[in-house]
């Protein structure tokens, strides 16, 4: 299983962002995903995820309204469209492969090595 992500860099608050997660080694149509952020000093926040087929999202009130999670099951790819960027986004984006339980970290069973997102003026 590897999951790697990219797309992260610096942008300034208001700006946006498009985050890739390309998956391999397992049947991705077949997993639920997520994208867990850690900004520095932080612990994890689990910022959202979406079902097997897409019909079925998850956002952290932090970034309800600005960011949409979406996956391309025939490319193997997870995506995370950030909007309207602010400071205290700026983290360390993870995509994670989830097995069990949305919401708790244990259910998440593979991560990606991350993608750095710096938001400053």
């Known amino acids: 299983v590897q999951l790697v992500e990219s797309g992260g860099g610096m942008v300034q608050p208001g700006g946006s962002l498009r985050l890739s997660c390309a998956a391999s080694?397992?049947?991705?149509?077949?997993?639920?995903m997520s994208w867990v952020r850690q900004a520095p000093g932080k612990g994890p926040e689990w910022v959202s995820a979406?079902?097997?087929?897409?019909?079925?999202?998850y956002y952290a009130d932090s970034v309800k309204g600005r960011f949409t999670i979406s996956r391309d099951n025939a490319k193997n790819t997870l995506y995370l469209q950030m909007n309207s960027l602010k400071p205290e986004d700026t983290a360390l984006y993870y995509c994670?492969?989830?097995?069990?339980?949305?919401?708790?970290?244990?259910?998440?069973?593979?991560w990606g090595k991350g993608t750095l997102v710096t938001v400053s003026s």
């Open positions: 994670a492969r989830m097995t069990t339980g949305w919401g708790t970290f244990d259910g998440m069973d593979y």
């Open positions: 080694g397992f049947t991705f149509s077949s997993y639920d």
């Open positions: 979406i079902n097997t087929g897409g019909g079925s999202t």
